[in-house]
T-cell receptor, first 115, second 113 residues
């Protein structure tokens, strides 16, 4: 299974602190993506990092990818109460050789940012 | 309407009912997906449609029947469900030629009594 595993399962920090979430996966991937989900809502794409990239930034987000260790990390700097949500990593691989792509999600990290 | 919409947002049904979930994407994408999200379990891919053709059925029970009449609409027909089918059902779409980002709808919260 390609399934990603996030760590920790839950994280509680004070507003202004940095939050780091980790993800591990099992086999080769095309890319790794991070998504955010507010309680009971749909997922929102945050950032995508390709298998040949090592680091990527988007605003207060920093993602790293280590394909040798099959792991990724998501860093949210200067966290805000509005960052409170669940964060999921998803790995993408091509299958069936027909231009079909699947995303496999982990169980997520529940982040709570305390004002 | 923009993005991906899903109706209804909430659904309560008995085990003998037949109902349908609807998804519509307004993004011009050519791939659509159904996912199931249960408490304390990873998001599970159910069905994949590329260019209106079903390309993946991840061992989903036949009581779930997908339909994709065109590239903008996706349905999930439900029949004789079980209480363990209660979950959040999410629809997503993407453009196959693009990087890989999927766009999700808000989901339908399904409760089977």
């Amino acid at each position: 299974s390609q399934q990603g595993e996030e760590d920790p399962q839950a994280l509680s920090i004070q507003e202004g602190e940095n939050a780091t979430m980790n993800c591990s996966y099992k086999t080769s991937i095309n890319n790794l993506q991070w998504y955010r989900q507010n309680s009971g809502r749909g997922l929102v794409h945050l950032i995508l990092i390709r298998s040949n990239e090592r680091e990527k930034h988007s605003g207060r987000l920093r993602v790293t990818l280590d394909t040798s260790k099959k792991s990724s990390s998501l860093l949210i700097t200067a966290s805000r109460a509005a960052d409170t949500a669940s964060y999921f990593c998803a790995t993408e691989y091509a299958y069936s050789g027909a231009g079909s792509y699947q995303l496999t999600f982990g169980k997520g990290t529940k982040l709570s940012v305390i004002p | 309407e923009t993005g991906v919409t899903q109706t209804p947002r909430h659904l309560v049904m008995g085990m003998t009912n037949k109902k349908s979930l609807k998804c519509e994407q307004h993004l011009g994408h050519n791939a659509m997906y159904w996912y199931k999200q249960s408490a304390k379990k990873p998001l599970e891919l159910m069905f994949v449609y590329n260019f209106k053709e079903q390309t993946e059925n991840n061992s989903v029970p036949s009581r779930f029947s997908p339909e994709c009449p065109n590239s903008s609409h996706l349905f999930l027909h439900l029949h004789t469900l079980q209480p363990e089918d209660s979950a959040l059902y999410l629809c997503a779409s993407r453009q196959l030629a693009s990087a890989g980002e999927q766009f999700f709808g808000p989901g339908t919260r399904l409760t089977v009594l």
